[in-house]
């Protein structure tokens, strides 16, 4: 293994830049690709089998073949299997050797290697809907996973098999899978084994006077309690939960039982599962459960998202109907999950805004159906045609849901005007046309009246409803029947309260003071930045590697963001960034301008803009570094329309940037350097991409997901961005983050519970700090117990352990809460020396930095971008290019990954590795053939074949860095 900071093995490091500059295939197209013929004959398949040896299985069948499968008895990596495997493999001009772009065996068409380049010249990275995606299935399992890693840092497992299959799939992997199962190409059987996780959680404020008697009334309200915990019913055994669950909100507006109210809580917290799933564990929870639950966390100024270990607005949001069916549970498209009544769709919708989350826009347009022709709100969730009868309680409900929010007023201002219209002559109102006034339809509509500012009719609505009240101090229903009842009371208190289920807000607790940051670990930020800069990790002090002497500039860049957050290594700090201002080369004799084609067609918006947000973070300047006016090419990059030739997907898009994070870069960059004018088309680009929940998909164009990564990213540029639609925008933003949560502190991520994600929501949480400081804490001791002893951190809290340098520069970074759009590390404004190949020095532990606390051009706080925050194939980098968090094998989009990144460990890559297990470079007479193949191709046709290849690119639809 040679030593990664050396400049002694000169001879290897020729050759490799040869292969490097590029590889074989004038002939089929003048794309120079570095490649690697695979191993002559595979191992027997015999000695493959459950408890040894790995087999891995190639579908060609988009071109019309079969599935072949390899085996090797003595697997390292995943990209080591496939050579051994008998497997040929191609880099791609851009990302090196490690990103598998094509792929070829023997047993196939001869062993020419697909895609063709006729399909994919391999210049750039493929596309996300088609590239070849790498899968897993672990010994004994049935099932395929998307794999975590990247080829080359995937450690097989006995008995463990793989698979690679070209095609189209989502960052997350849940589509695009093999159409054989893991058992189809075992040599010998195994069984299979799922997985599932849980999620976790905002609050909001308290109550207000009385009149009447609602101190007795609550009293009479607890006094009805079974064994203090619950509410009962006569119809059958055990709790009522929607009874207790609105007893709670009641006493909660009374604010005079606490002790009553503080069981309650706690009885529907450790019941929380029994409400909520009624149909078992398996099933899908209850939208009228979740939002009741939801209700009494926020009345009591609880954690709507922590809730009996429970994240109720995730319930409700992530459970909407699409149409009718699911044996009932779903009416029409747009109902909450088992909504019944409109009732319960209209706490939901309550719910969900006392959370501070934009209700989904098909849930509020459900209610234009729900309205009837005299302006009020049906109680059955009745569809378009079906016969409508206005209930007061659920027209009442209906204002108080929909005032205020985005095409909901009108129908709101309707509800109100019927409800204003039906009160009877002395105050009342009817559950339906031809009965008497009751007390709950008429305290229910005094609630409203309040809230609309009609002061005259609640008046009399709640003198109705006081004539009402017994000796006993609860409510009868109607005049009739006079025996205090539960729900006549409950609704009663509310309207003397003068509150309503949006309103009540009441600590059984004690009073709530500021939120605190709980006491818990957190990263050693010192120690992580030794990890950074250890020789092992940062090549010669200037960058890191993506594969032996490709520099991974993008991750080279997130490193040098992680050392200006934290202050602890200035020195080191430094020689990057001369490194890349001065030009520097590495192994492969690359700058960053290679890396960001910059000055070229193909010149990366995403990856111009993380060089130009570095310069800006560190005090130079973005128009003059790296031999470029970095903002006037960006500002270049800035599509005027759709076209596939040069990666835009739509006016404002930057050219190649293909992923929400590499727009957001874009906009920071611009937006620091004061170019706002030529932003303002990128800012509406990425403001068109937020879904209706806050969240952002992961790529451009949008495949329908939300990404925690990407959402941390968006929040963070539009911080910087003026006025309250771009506010709004990050506060629906940051507040969908925090609901991803999980119950560790982690947050989901393409690699699992990702450290990467982690400290992306870090960041962006910061952004409203004082709102979301619990959960800050918690993130920050998630990333403490991910951190190991030699400083780096893990990929994810499960799968492999080990130190992982994307992974460790996102968590140092993102552990500061620092923005990008506002992170600042002064080193000055020039350039120190020539970058020289020395070794860094030792952190000095200067001072930290300071994020500015009014956006500048731009305004948030900054940490850094890994690879791990944009989708990066690990199919693809086989170095596990895979971002901290990107899945290995999703493409990496533009600037996100970094280009061609290792997202290894600190562990050195031993440079034999890729290709063979014994440690030679050249363990057969085909590799060292195609060593000199290679060399007196590049002796032949030099440098202009490069240029050829990459013009020819240009013309292919959809190329992106």
């Keep these: 293994m040679r030593a990664r900071n050396s400049r ?59 599935v072949v499968r390899g085996c090797d008895a003595r697997p390292t990596t995943g990209m080591n299997l496939l050579h051994n495997a008998g497997f040929s493999t191609a880099g791609t001009e851009h990302d090196g050797p490690a990103f598998i772009c094509r792929l070829g065996n023997g047993g196939f068409n001869g062993g020419t290697q697909y895609p063709t380049p006729a399909e994919e010249p391999c210049t750039n990275t493929p596309q996300a809907t088609a590239y070849w995606s790498y899968w897993i299935a672990e010994p004994g399992q049935d099932t395929w996973s998307y794999s975590r890693f990247g080829a080359a840092t995937q450690k097989p497992k006995p008995g463990e098999v793989e698979a690679w299959v070209y095609g189209g799939t989502d960052i997350g992997g849940t589509s695009g899978k093999p159409t054989f199962t893991p058992d189809s190409i075992r040599a010998k059987n195994g069984g299979p084994s799922p997985t599932a996780t849980p999620t ?124 009718q069916g699911e044996n009932g549970k779903c009416t029409a498209a747009g109902d909450f999950h088992g909504a019944a009544s409109s009732w319960a769709q209209a706490w939901a919708v309550i719910a969900l805004r006392g959370a501070g989350v934009t209700p989904p826009p098909q849930s509020l347009a459900r209610f234009t159906v729900l309205q009837c022709a005299d302006g009020g709100t049906a109680g059955s969730m009745i569809v378009a045609g079906g016969y409508c009868e206005s209930d007061p309680v659920a027209t009442g409900l209906t204002v108080l849901a929909l005032r205020g929010t985005v095409g909901g007023e009108a129908v709101a201002q309707k509800a109100s005007d019927w409800l204003a219209a039906s009160q009877q002559a002395d105050g009342s109102y009817l559950p339906y046309v031809g009965a008497a006034g009751d007390t709950v339809s008429t305290a229910a509509a005094a609630q409203v009246l309040r809230a609309t500012g009609q002061g005259a009719k609640e008046t009399a609505a709640k003198a109705w409803v006081s004539a009402r009240q017994n000796e006993d101090g609860g409510f009868g229903p109607d005049e009739s029947t006079t025996e205090s009842g539960p729900a006549s009371t409950e609704q009663a208190i509310l309207a003397l309260t003068g509150t309503d289920p949006t309103t009540v807000r009441h600590n059984p607790n004690g009073a709530t003071t500021a939120p605190t940051t709980p006491t818990g670990r957190t990263p050693d930020l010192t120690k992580g930045s030794a990890y950074l800069t ?228 870090v960041q962006g949480m910061s952004l409203r700090q004082s709102a979301y400081a619990p959960r800050i804490a918690k993130a920050l001791d998630f990333l403490a117990g991910q951190q190991n002893g030699d400083g780096g951190f893990n990929v994810a809290s499960e799968g492999q352990r080990g130190s992982d340098v994307r992974a460790s520069a996102q968590a140092v970074g993102g552990a500061t809460g620092i923005s990008f759009g506002t992170l600042r590390r002064d080193l000055g404004g020039s350039p120190t020396s020539t970058p020289t190949s020395t070794t860094t020095a030792t952190p000095t532990g200067s001072p930290t930095p300071t994020a500015t606390s009014t956006p500048t051009a731009s305004g948030s706080p900054s940490a850094s971008p890994t690879a791990t925050a944009s989708p990066a194939p690990t199919g693809t980098f ?34 034999t590795r890729a290709g063979t297990d014994t ?43």
Excluded at 42 to 55: K, L, M, N, Q, V
Excluded at 556 to 572: E, K, Q, R, V
């Design 8 to 66: 002694t093995s000169r001879g290897f490091r020729g050759l490799t830049s040869l292969l490097a500059t590029g590889a074989v295939a004038v002939a089929a197209g003048g794309t120079l690709l570095l490649a690697h013929p695979g191993r002559a004959a595979a191992d027997p398949i015999e000695e493959c089998t459950a408890t040894a040896g790995a087999i891995v299985a190639v579908d060609f069948g988009h071109w019309g073949g079969g």
């Design 200 to 323: 976790a959680f905002p609050s909001p404020t308290a109550p207000t006077s009385s009149e009447g008697d609602p101190k007795a009334a609550a009293s009479w309200l607890a006094g009805q309690l079974v064994d203090g915990e619950y509410m009962g019913n006569w119809a059958f055994e055990g709790p009522d939960f929607p009874r207790t669950s609105l007893t709670a909100i009641a006493l909660a507006a009374a604010g005079t039982q606490d002790p009553a109210l503080r069981k309650i809580v706690a009885y529907l917290a450790a019941h929380a599962d029994a409400f909520l799933y009624p149909d078992g564990p398996a099933g899908k929870p209850d939208a009228k459960a979740a939002a009741l639950l939801a209700l009494v966390a926020e009345s009591t100024e609880g954690d709507p998202r922590d809730f009996g270990g429970r994240d109720l607005i995730a319930a409700l949001t992530d459970h909407v109907c699409t149409g």
């Design 534 to 761: 250890a020789p092992a990790n940062l090549i010669g002090g200037h960058y890191y590697e993506g594969f032996p002497d490709f520099a991974d500039f993008g991750l080279t860049i997130d490193g040098a963001f992680a050392l200006a957050a934290t202050g602890t290594d200035d020195p080191a700090l430094r020689r990057i960034v001369d490194f890349l201002d001065q030009q520097g080369k590495d192994g492969a004799e690359r700058t960053v301008n290679d890396w960001t084609a910059i000055g070229t067609e193909f010149a990366g918006g995403g990856s111009i803009a993380k060089e130009a947000l570095l310069a800006e973070a560190v005090g130079r300047d973005p128009r003059a570094f790296g031999g470029h006016d970095l903002i006037a090419a960006l500002a270049a990059a800035v599509c005027a329309k759709a076209d596939a030739a040069t990666g835009c997907a739509g006016p404002g898009n930057y050219t190649y940037a293909t992923s929400v994070f590499s727009q957001a870069l874009g906009i920071m960059a611009q937006l620091r350097a004061g170019d706002s004018a030529n932003a303002d088309s990128a800012v509406a680009y990425l403001k068109s991409l937020q879904h209706a929940d806050g969240s952002w998909p992961s790529l451009i164009p949008a495949t329908g997901d939300s990404d925690v990564d990407s959402t941390a990213m968006a929040a963070m540029a539009l911080a910087l961005v003026p006025g309250t639609e771009a506010a709004q925008a990050v506060d629906r933003g940051v507040s969908w983050l925090a609901g991803r949560q999980l119950p560790d502190g982690g947050f989901p991520g393409a690699a699992g519970n990702s450290t990467n994600s982690a400290a992306l929501a």
């Design 878 to 911: 086989a170095d596990a290019t895979t971002p901290g968090d990107v899945p290995t094998s999703a493409p990496v989009p533009d600037d996100g990954g970094g280009g061609g990144g290792a997202g290894r460990g600190g562990a050195p890559i031993d440079a």
């Design 919 to 961: 440690g030679s470079l050249a363990r057969t007479g085909a590799e060292t053939l195609g060593l000199a193949t290679a060399a007196a191709l590049l002796a032949a046709v030099g440098a202009g074949a490069v240029l050829i290849a990459r013009r020819r690119a240009g013309s292919t639809p959809g190329r992106h860095r």
